[in-house]
Structure formats: structure tokens, C-alpha cells
T-cell receptor, first 114, second 114 residues
Framework: ETGVTQSPTHLIKTRGQQVTLRCSSQSGHNTVSWYQQALGQGPQFIFQYYREEENGRGNFPPRFSGLQFPNYSSELNVNALELDDSALYLC?????????????FGSGTRLTVV | GENVEQHPSTLSVQEGDSAVIKCTYSDSASNYFPWYKQELGKGPQLIIDIRSNVGEKKDQRIAVTLNKTAKHFSLHITETQPEDSAVYFCAALRGNTNAGKSTFGDGTTLTVKP
């Protein structure tokens, strides 16, 4: 059973650019959530995808968007990057939405905006 | 929305001693409380969880207690070992919605001295 894999592991972008982060969910998991973790803080919920539809969103602006594909893998897109977007972006997959299952995190993508 | 506060932010113990980390939450509708361990360069890993219909849960050296009336829950690690050194996060979410929408505390950096 494979875990959650994220790519790339590290990324440096310039302010104003756009970035796409990728996540492959754990085998059998159909729900993917994205989190932003700033240095020294806990993860902050960005949004969740379930069966290719957005299924809840945290307090993030529309320039944060996502996709989920038929194989349940997912992308996080961030437009018009700002310096404050520098963070560790975590993807977590769970067995299915609507239930109290714990979820499996990937190791994250470290994004640095300069 | 939910607010989770976690204390202490740093904790240093001697190998073999016990460690206790405490969290409070604000949303009385929250009914699922996972704990995560995050090692350097990795994503958070679920170590134990508790649901609101249970007051205590134990798994070898790790235990979690929940006081629904006071809206706080705690992680207890006994017989600590150097490999327990990591950042620990508590989280809370409202059940039967989505496991991905957890609200996390800001983390506790645990250092176990040999």
C-alpha cells in the first residue's frame, strides 16, 4: 500500500507567478485535503476534494484553486503568488468524506516565494 | 468557527519521564480529536485519536483523555524515549462532515533528553 506522495518537494517562485503542486492519494482513498503550514504553526485547511468536486473550503482567497482527477490525485494551484504564500503545503487523503476517519499526510511541498 | 489552543509550545523532559500536552477547543459540536506527530521534513502522522463518546483511550505508551464539559483534551506519553522528540499537534473537527476539515493547534515541540 503506497502512502501519499507530493511533488515537487521544494520550489522557489517569484512574487506574482503561478504554481501548481501535485498530490497522489493513498491507495483506496477518494478524498484529498490541502493544508498550508507556515513556519512554527499548525496546518491551516485550504480545501477538500471528494469525487472530483470541491467539498469545503477554508479561509483562503480564490487565487487558491484545485482539481481532483478520476484517479483521486489532486492539484493545488496558486495564482499571483505573494511573499506570505511561502509555506509547507500538505496534502492529506482519507478513506472517504463524511466520516470521522483519520487521514494520511504526505511529506509536503516547501514553497518559497521571493 | 472552531478555535484550538495548545499548550505548552515547547516541552523538554528527561528520557523515561512522562510528557503531557493539553488542548482546548471552542466548538461544542466538535466530536473527533486526533493527535499528530510531525518529524523534521515530514508530514504529520496520526498517532492516536479519540471520539467524543469516549473519555480516554490508550495505545501502549500513549494515551489521550477528553473532557467534553470543559472542552479540553490531553495527550500523555509515558516512559519517553529520544525518538519521541518531534512536534505534536492536536486537532478538532465536527463529526459526520469531513475528516479533512480539522482545525489544528499550533503545535508542541517535545524534546526528550537522553
Amino acid at each position: 500500500e503506497t502512502g501519499v506522495t507530493q511533488s515537487p518537494t521544494h520550489l522557489i517562485k517569484t512574487r506574482g507567478q503561478q504554481v501548481t503542486l501535485r498530490c497522489s492519494s493513498q491507495s483506496g482513498h477518494n478524498t484529498v485535503s490541502w493544508y498550508q503550514q507556515a513556519l512554527g504553526q499548525g496546518p491551516q485547511f485550504i480545501f477538500q476534494y471528494y469525487r472530483e468536486e470541491e467539498n469545503g473550503r477554508g479561509n483562503f482567497p480564490p487565487r487558491f484553486s484545485g482539481l481532483q482527477f478520476p484517479n483521486y490525485s489532486s492539484e493545488l494551484n496558486v495564482n499571483a503568488l505573494e511573499l506570505d504564500d511561502s509555506a509547507l503545503y500538505l496534502c492529506a487523503s482519507s478513506l472517504r468524506a463524511g466520516t470521522n476517519y483519520g487521514y494520511t499526510f504526505g511529506s509536503g511541498t516547501r514553497l518559497t516565494v521571493v | 468557527g472552531e478555535n484550538v489552543e495548545q499548550h505548552p509550545s515547547t516541552l523538554s523532559v528527561q528520557e523515561g519521564d512522562s510528557a503531557v500536552i493539553k488542548c482546548t477547543y471552542s466548538d461544542s459540536a466538535s466530536n473527533y480529536f486526533p493527535w499528530y506527530k510531525q518529524e523534521l521534513g515530514k508530514g504529520p502522522q496520526l498517532i492516536i485519536d479519540i471520539r467524543s463518546n469516549v473519555g480516554e483511550k490508550k495505545d501502549q505508551r500513549i494515551a489521550v483523555t477528553l473532557n467534553k464539559t470543559a472542552k479540553h483534551f490531553s495527550l500523555h506519553i509515558t516512559e519517553t524515549q529520544p525518538e519521541d522528540s518531534a512536534v505534536y499537534f492536536c486537532a478538532a473537527l465536527r463529526g459526520n462532515t469531513n475528516a479533512g476539515k480539522s482545525t489544528f493547534g499550533d503545535g508542541t515541540t517535545l524534546t526528550v533528553k537522553p
